[in-house]
């Protein structure tokens, strides 16, 4: 007999920016920090760090995406992974899909749960969005929801994004 499966309910809050933000760079961050685009990046590295990223917010898309299904995504050159080091090691990621040509989407931007309150959350944002807007596009995009970190909402916010629809939805645990 199988477990009944659990679910959790979630308000996800949809964001836009426009244009170019008018934000302010931030300063650097103390300590060796780099941010680095990934190439053709390994299905298990990817996998670490979404598992790892998302795991306390209960990210599962990609955990119920088949190995072949993911990688056609993240082979594509139309979608880019950013990883945020701090003393060589990975704190973070972001990923940006360029598919539709007009839309940048931050698909999925995060920190590791022992590099989150370093002051590493904006620099990071700020960055990813530079690289969004780098690309001919009139509008990026991003999503956050209840599950997600407190300060995700007001950080996006922070960076200019604006909200323009809220949907109750839920996720499936696996």
């Known amino acids: 007999m199988t477990a009944p499966k659990k679910i959790i309910p979630m308000t996800v ?3 836009e920016m426009r244009a170019k933000p008018l934000a302010l760079p931030p300063p650097q961050p103390k300590g060796k920090v780099a941010i680095l685009k990934c190439e053709n990046p390994p299905l298990h590295f990817y996998r670490y760090l979404y598992n790892t990223i998302g795991g306390p917010y ?3 898309d990609r955990k119920k995406m088949d190995d072949a299904t ?3 995504i993240l082979r594509d050159p139309k979608v880019e992974l950013y990883v945020l080091y701090a003393d060589g090691n990975p ?3 972001a990923e940006l899909d360029f598919r539709d040509p007009t839309i940048g989407l931050i698909a999925y931007f995060g920190l590791m749960p022992e590099y989150i309150g370093k002051h590493l959350g904006y620099f990071f944002l700020y960055q990813t969005v530079a690289n ?3 690309r ?3 509008t990026l995009l991003v999503n956050t929801c209840t599950l997600d970190h407190p ?3 007001p950080l996006y916010q922070r960076m200019g994004f604006t909200p323009y629809s809220r949907e109750e939805r839920q996720v499936e645990l696996l």
């Open 91 to 93: 704190a973070g990621m």
């Open 132 to 134: 969004a807007w780098s």
């Open 13 to 15: 809050t949809f964001l």
């Open 58 to 60: 209960y990210w599962v």
């Open 136 to 138: 001919p596009i009139k």
């Open 70 to 72: 993911l990688s056609v």
């Open 151 to 153: 300060r995700a909402l």
